[in-house]
Structures are given as structure tokens and as C-alpha cells.
């Protein structure tokens, strides 16, 4: 891998991201494909149109279903769904936050009761790694525990102590594999995590202590899961600069239209989050000014696009009142429609802030579109 800064604006940074599975130009959004399909019947041809330059899928889950020995023999992620570009593997360290009342913490790994059929699953460091390197992605994370952002600190640090020792782990299972003959991508990378809930000296040291491992990425982890979006803002303030500048950084799971300005602010590299498939399934659309709500009677006759200049499909093709009406009939065009339009909106947003900081210009692109977000909101 090969992380090259373009430009800068502030903390704000435009760079490059050398994979074996072509380059990625940051800030970006990674589009989640959890079981390797984004939700709402969008294919990677369509990922392919909107723009999309990685695709993020959950080693958890398609370790249950349909399981990453059976891909492996495909060929790996990248053949099994016709994909061309990168591909990030999130570890299944979060469902050790989201099925807590499914699992059991040990040193050794967590031990699940699938959410599917309720069988025991064990996977620790070593399990997760090996998951991935079956499912041969450009970029796999370590293996983590997410605790809560407002736990207590007596739960928060030996979780983050244990973290750190699984990080440890995995490196060395991550070499191992990518040393075997049989494996498919002999050139994945490792991105470790940083955590620590909302304890300012709990995510500084633990941000040091990951940075002396070299790794090829580093992430922000346990955010956006139950603090404000100022905790939150606080925590990148405070950690974002204890981690390596010549490496990327990614903050998971986040989010909003404004917490990734936000996060870019701050210097971060790379978002993912399931809003804009997941709101986009209910109707709910992301414009400049804010979000829309396709259920509303208000577009019953309303012959315009979404957002005025949009040229994602849904825009250029069909009309609000169209779109509304898709979704008051329960048709999946509506639901699919709605999800294309989020996820062009939010890869088109990135293009936005790249050029905004080519052109040095992002602290006035900030201002303004975090105003124009709130459009909507003010009616």
C-alpha cells in the first residue's frame, strides 16, 4: 500500500490509497454491502455508475451465511460478487457490541449464539483474520471489542488493554496468512483500531501504543454508539493527531452528512455507515438541504427530482410525486430508487470536499453546506 497526500486545507487532507485493487481517492465513503450486496437491490454495475470506489462487507455475517470457505473457493469477495475495486472486511468485532445478549468475552476470542439459528460460534483474533484472508478483501480490520461510549471506565480499560493485545494477535496471524501459498490476496492490509469510549487519556494511549506497530491503516472505533456528536467531535480532536499522518485514518460507522464534513474537518480519511441504504429502504432521501421524507402527501403532484441538478438515476428519470408514490405502494423500484439516490448523494459529496480542499477552499464549503443542511429543518 502506498498513502500519498495530495492536498490539505487546515487538518483537512485530499490523498491517495494505492491498493492491489486499484487506488482510492480520499475522503471517501466506503458503501455497505454487509452480506456482499448493498440493500435495495442495487448490483455493482449500479456501484459502478454512482461512483462507488470501495465496497464494505462484514466478515461476521458472511461467516454465518453463506460462509467464507464456500467464497474462498469462488475465488474470494471480489469474484463471488463481480466487484473490481476495493473491498474492506470489517472484522465482526462490532457484533461483539450488537448481539451483546448473544455472546460471551473471554481473552481468547467471544464465543456467539448466531442471530440466524442460534448455534455457538467462537471467533477471536486468529479466526477473524483467517475469515478474511478467505474472503481475500483489499483491506481487513482487526478484531475488537466495541464497548459502549458511555461505559464506565473500570469496563473500558482492560477492554481496551485486551483490544490491544487481539491487535497483537492479529498482525501476526494477518503475516502468517499472507505468507501461505494457497491464500488469494497475499497483499492485504491490516487496519488496527483505536477505542476507548469518551475517555480522552484511555484513546491518546491507546492511539500511541497501536501507532508503534506500523500498520497500514488505523480507525476510530466505539463512536457514533451512544455519545453526542460533540463527545464524539471532542474524541477525534483529541485522538486523530496521536495517530500516524503517513498512514490512513477511518472513522467507523459514521454517519450523518454532517458528521463526515465534520470528521474530514478533523482529518479523517475514510466513513462508512448503513444511513443511506438503510433510510433510503424508508423513504427517507439526503439533498444539500437536508433530508426528505418520501412518504410526505406534500409530493403527492410534486413533478420535481429529488434535488434540483442531481444526476443520479432516480433524478434524472423520474419525478417526487413518482418516487412517492412507488413508496405508498410498497414497490421495491421506490425502495431502490431512494437507496441509488443516498448513496450517489453521499459519493458525490465526497467528490465535493476533495476539490473543496484541492482548491483550498474547504473551511467556507464547511460553513456553508452545514447551514444549507438545516434547510429543511427550518421549515
Same mark, same amino acid.
Given at each position: 500500500m502506498k498513502y500519498t497526500i495530495v492536498n490539505t486545507d487546515g487538518r483537512a487532507k485530499h490523498a491517495t490509497v494505492e491498493t492491489v485493487h486499484g487506488t482510492i481517492q480520499t475522503p471517501v465513503f466506503m458503501n455497505v454491502g454487509t452480506v456482499a450486496a448493498i440493500k435495495g437491490?442495487?448490483?455493482?454495475?449500479?456501484l459502478h455508475n454512482i461512483g462507488t470506489q470501495v465496497e464494505l462487507s462484514n466478515t461476521y455475517h458472511l461467516h454465518v451465511r453463506t460462509g467464507d470457505k464456500l467464497i474462498k473457493q469462488f475465488g474470494g469477495l471480489h469474484k463471488f460478487m463481480n466487484w473490481d475495486r476495493p473491498i474492506l472486511t470489517d472484522s465482526g468485532g462490532f457484533q461483539v457490541f450488537s448481539l451483546a445478549g448473544l455472546r460471551a468475552i473471554k481473552e481468547e476470542g467471544v464465543t456467539f449464539r448466531s442471530h440466524i439459528d442460534g448455534h455457538k460460534i467462537f471467533m477471536g483474533p486468529e479466526e477473524s483474520m483467517q475469515i478474511q484472508s478467505n474472503l481475500a478483501s483489499t483491506i481487513a480490520m482487526a478484531f475488537d471489542e466495541c464497548p459502549p461510549a458511555?461505559?464506565?471506565?473500570? *469496563?473500558?480499560?482492560?477492554?481496551?488493554?485486551?483490544?490491544y493485545r487481539w491487535l497483537l494477535r492479529c498482525k501476526k496471524e494477518m503475516d502468517r496468512l499472507n505468507s501461505l501459498e494457497d491464500t488469494i490476496n497475499k497483499e492485504q492490509l491490516l487496519f488496527g483500531i483505536n477505542q476507548g469510549a469518551v475517555f480522552?487519556?484511555?484513546?491518546?494511549?491507546?492511539?500511541?501504543?497501536?501507532?508503534?506497530?506500523?500498520?497500514?491503516?488505523?480507525?476510530?472505533g466505539g463512536l457514533a454508539v451512544g455519545e453526542s456528536h460533540e463527545q464524539m467531535y471532542h474524541i477525534l480532536d483529541v485522538t486523530v493527531e496521536h495517530l500516524p499522518q503517513n498512514k490512513p485514518t477511518y472513522l467507523m460507522g459514521v454517519g450523518t452528512p454532517a458528521n463526515i464534513i465534520e470528521g474530514v474537518y478533523r482529518g479523517v480519511d475514510f466513513f462508512d455507515c448503513v444511513y443511506p441504504s438503510r433510510n433510503g429502504r424508508h423513504?427517507?432521501? *439526503?439533498?444539500?438541504?437536508?433530508?426528505?421524507?418520501?412518504?410526505?402527501?406534500?409530493?403527492d403532484l410534486d413533478d420535481a427530482p429529488i434535488e434540483e441538478g442531481c444526476q443520479c438515476e432516480a433524478c434524472r428519470n423520474y419525478s417526487r410525486a413518482y418516487v412517492h408514490h412507488l413508496m405508498k405502494a410498497k414497490e421495491m423500484l421506490g425502495m431502490r430508487l431512494c437507496v441509488m439516490h443516498n448513496l450517489y448523494f453521499y459519493n458525490h459529496l465526497m467528490e465535493e470536499i476533495r476539490e473543496a480542499i484541492d482548491s483550498h477552499t474547504f473551511e467556507a464549503f464547511r460553513k456553508e453546506r452545514l447551514e444549507l443542511l438545516h434547510t429543511y429543518d427550518k421549515k
Open positions: 437491490a442495487v448490483s455493482t454495475m449500479d458511555l461505559a464506565a471506565r473500570e *469496563y473500558v480499560q482492560p477492554s481496551v488493554d485486551r483490544t480522552d487519556d484511555i484513546r491518546i494511549d491507546h492511539a500511541k501504543r497501536i501507532s508503534e506497530l506500523d500498520l497500514d491503516g488505523y480507525a476510530l423513504g427517507h432521501v *439526503y439533498t444539500k438541504f437536508g433530508k426528505m421524507n418520501m412518504f410526505n402527501a406534500k409530493y
